[in-house]
T-cell receptor, first 109, second 116 residues
């Protein structure tokens, strides 16, 4: 079956660094996505990885290891506005996104 | 660019009535649109995929006669929840792509449906 696993909730301190892990099992693979979702709002695109390695985009970086079915999202210099849910999604062979349940990130001052 | 709108942003309706939600791509042609449902503290659940001019493909467990999807043009898809019940109360989100194989989906802002 298809499955995406990520932690339910994480807490971090403002200004610190946090890593959100995601493991995936999908029928075929056409890339791994990370989205940010604030409460009551639709998801917004953060990153896309289809090749192994680290993609850096400002304070956010995303890593992929296809052989391990593993990805992480790294957030640096955390700000209070980064408090949100972070959704990991894998695109399967039919170009359909399989979503994780999301990781609620709580930032404390 | 790549803006998707939804209307209404929130709606309250009585049990047994029908509600229509519109999803529009404002600055691009969306050959494929997706409809999701999200319950509180849960992940996005894909309900159906619609391609312009053809019938929607529904996910297992989603009643196609209850959730009517019409993708009549390259910029508009509608979801009609028929004979709504309180358990249909949820956050409904659409997304659109320019191509079925495009890697990025552009999401609408979502519609909060409450059935009383």
């Amino acid at each position: 079956g298809q499955n995406i696993d990520q932690p339910t909730e994480m807490t971090a301190t403002e200004g610190a660094i946090v890593q959100i892990n995601c493991t995936y099992q999908t029928s075929g693979f056409n890339g791994l996505f990370w989205y940010q979702q604030h409460a009551g709002e639709a998801p917004t695109f953060l990153s896309y990885n289809v090749l192994d390695g680290l993609e850096e985009k400002g304070r956010f970086s995303s890593f992929l290891s296809r052989s391990k079915g593993y990805s992480y999202l790294l957030l640096k210099e955390l700000q209070m506005k980064d408090s949100a849910s972070y959704l990991c999604a894998s695109m399967d062979s039919n170009y359909q996104l399989i979503w994780g349940a999301g990781t609620k990130l709580i930032i404390k001052p | 660019g790549a803006v998707v709108s939804q209307h209404p942003s929130w709606v309250i309706c009585k049990s047994g009535t029908s509600v229509k939600i519109e999803c529009r791509s404002l600055d691009f042609q969306a050959t494929t649109m997706f409809w999701y449902r999200q319950f509180p503290k849960q992940s996005l659940m894909l309900m159906a995929t619609s391609n312009e001019g053809s019938k929607a493909t529904y996910e297992q467990g989603v009643e196609k006669d209850k959730f009517l999807i019409n993708h009549a043009s390259l910029t508009l898809s509608t979801l009609t929840v028929t004979s709504a019940h309180p358990e249909d109360s949820s956050f409904y989100i659409c997304s659109a792509t320019q191509d079925k194989q495009a890697y990025e989906q552009y999401f609408g802002p979502g519609t909060r449906l409450t059935v009383t």
